[in-house]
Nanobody
């Protein structure tokens, strides 16, 4: 069994910062491409940022220059540093990734963490 657990969400004022963390646990041999998605009320889930095994990154246009994705493979962790937050960033943020476990490679989702940007 493999689990992804997000943490670090909360309420922040516009212009503020938050750091989301995603911890992968279980029978893990390694992490492949990992990403953060978000879903706002009434909207479809969208990719925010992704990072490959060798550190290549990809960002949604709406967060470029404000968000930074990173990973620590020794700890099976993925992070999303969010700065200059805007009300439009309000959403549930989900960790997602392709993970090598005892039965091969499989895609997993976390349960999500709420981020609310409001004054």
């Amino acid at each position: 069994q493999v689990q992804l657990v997000e943490s670090g969400g909360g309420l922040v004022q516009p212009g503020g910062s938050l750091r989301l963390s995603c911890a992968a646990s279980g029978s893990i041999f390694g992490l492949n491409t990992m990403g953060w998605y978000r879903q706002a009320p009434g909207k479809e889930r969208e990719l925010v940022a992704s990072i490959t095994r060798i550190g290549g990154t990809n960002y949604a246009d709406s967060v470029k220059g404000r968000f930074t994705i990173s990973r620590d493979d020794a700890k099976n962790m993925v992070y999303l540093q969010m700065t200059s937050l805007k009300p439009d960033d309000t959403a549930v943020y989900y960790c997602n990734g392709d993970i090598y476990w005892t039965r091969g490679l499989r895609n997993y989702w976390g349960q999500g963490t709420q981020v609310t940007v409001s004054s």
